[in-house]
Structure formats: C-alpha cells, structure tokens
C-alpha cells in the first residue's frame, strides 16, 4: 500500500504547490523568456548518435566493473578471469567501433 501511496501523494502535492499560471507566456513552447527561432524538428547527423551509443556502452562498463572492484579481494582468481574476459569482449567492441569510424567527430 505504500508503494502506491507515495506517488499519489507526489502527484498530489505537485498539483497543490505547482504554479498556477494558465497566461499565453505559460504556453508558449520554451519558458525560458527567448523566443523559439526555426523549427523543433531538425534532422542531426547519424554520427552524433552512433557517438553517443558508443559513450553509453562504455559508460555502462564501469558501472559493472566498479562493484567487482570494490568486492575484488573477496570474489578469488575465477572472477578476475571472468572480469578479463568481459574486459577482451569490451575492447574487441572498441576496435570493432573504431574501425568502423564510430570514434570519427567529422
């Protein structure tokens, strides 16, 4: 019951403390007091996302091998083999990507 009452009463307490402001400047598209110059739908260049796609999975590897780091000298010989292993498998991506040209910004 409390996992469901807790974000009923976030949503409550969002709508009682909210703003109110209902003016055309509130609905307008960007509330950042500049006005919106083109268009919202631009096309970017695939690059820009195989880059990123390329920054997360790496970035995801450290958040798995952290935990094997801090618990290394308890886990014993067969976790740093396994560690290894997931390290080879993650740099055979790197070359795969860097090959590909996915590291290229231009």
């Known amino acids: ?5 807790i974000p009923v009463a976030a949503l409550g ?4 403390l909210g703003a109110k402001g209902t003016g055309v ?3 307008t598209t960007y509330e950042s ?3 919106p110059i083109g268009g919202a739908w631009i096309q970017f260049n695939i ?4 880059f990123a796609l390329v920054f997360v999975i790496f970035d995801v590897e450290t958040v798995f091998l952290y935990p094997w780091a801090v618990a290394f000298h308890t886990l014993g010989v067969l976790a740093f083999v396994e560690a290894l292993v997931f390290i080879a ?3 055979i ?3 795969y990507a860097w090959r590909k040209g996915a590291l290229e910004w231009s």
């Open 1 to 5: 019951m409390i996992c469901g009452l």
């Open 13 to 16: 307490a969002a709508k009682l």
């Open 25 to 27: 400047a509130r609905r």
């Open 33 to 35: 007091g500049m006005e």
């Open 47 to 50: 690059r820009y996302y195989m």
């Open 89 to 91: 498998i993650l740099l």
């Open 93 to 95: 991506g790197l070359v």
